[in-house]
């Protein structure tokens, strides 16, 4: 018992670290585009998106190159974007009543989101088709090559090209200062301060991932049950602070779109980049597509929700936040339901 609490203890403390660290590293990463005058295109889908998703990036590396888990890292990375499309613009919607949405991100975004999703499906499914591993008919596992690893890569590439077509056209519309912005005072921004602030935040997360991970990998020991649960639930929720502190602060000042775009750009982030990183990194990975597959398909069912209701009133009202925060309850349920063994559609 006091080994439990001990862990308890710092799956506590490591999830303050990470909320910290993750502000430290927006605030730090802002200022320093600000600085260097990047571009919209690099600040939003690579700056924020690296920001606010690094410690998910983190959890797939640690649990995947330290304990030798992937499956652990992607269920924590699957489960932060259960988390990210359900409960922060639940949340802000509540909170503010309605969240319009532009078309843009509704009819470019969101959709290229769902594509990400079934990008990430259909790697697991090659990783089983052509690199299988026979255990069970009720355990299908396969392993993920660096190739394979490489396919969600290129699509995320895709996505930055859009972007960056997307950003060429508004500068020959309205002009290079208008997708720059103003000038930066640069006397009021202190740049060794800064990159200090950014390395001292990476430093913070990865070792307060690494106390998430431990965490959760004790609790599948010290209750006999899989890891992936803690990960997709305890890592999950806790790796998906800093997104949630930041969406949710955007959406109060009445910026929906811009709040649901850091969501999304996230998310695609974390499914294209986060997950593969370790893969490409260790070389090999196993994955178990009998755990990924239905947990993938409620991703894109609950993604495809959003869709519609955005789609309905270019706008997330507040009834359809309510809607959102009891789909995860429905999901936090289903993985309690999956742990007692009283549904198994993910354990066999």
Sequence with gaps: MGELLLYIGIITVSTWAVWKGGSLLEESSEKLSDFYHLPPLIQGTIITAVGSSFPELAATVLSTLLHGKFDLGVSAI???????????????????????ADLSLIYKDTQYYIISIFILFISFALAYIYHPIVISPNNMEGTMTRWIALIPVVFYGLYLFIQGMETRDYRRD????????????????????????????????????????????????FFNTPDFIWGITIVAGATSI???????????????????????????????????????????????????APLMLFLALITIIMFVFLRTNLALVRWEGIVLLALYVLFVVWMIFETLGITSFVIK
Aim: without cysteine; hydrophobic residues 55%.
């Design 78 to 100: 699957v489960g932060s974007a259960i988390f990210n499309i359900l409960v922060i613009p639940g949340i802000s919607a509540v909170l503010v009543k309605r969240m319009p």
């Design 242 to 292: 800093p997104d949630a502190v930041v969406s949710i602060k955007i959406a109060r000042k009445f910026k929906g779109s811009i709040s649901l775009g850091n969501v999304i750009g996230s998310n695609i982030f974390d499914l294209l980049v986060a997950v593969p990183v370790g893969v490409l990194i260790a070389g090999t990975a196993i994955v178990n597509f009998t755990v990924a």
């Design 174 to 221: 309205h002009g290079k200062r208008a997708v720059l912005g103003v000038d930066v005072d640069k006397e009021n921004i202190n740049i060794r301060k800064d990159w200090i602030k950014l390395i001292i935040s990476l430093v913070l997360i990865v070792a307060s991932v690494e106390g998430l991970v431990s965490g959760a990998i004790f609790l599948g020991e």
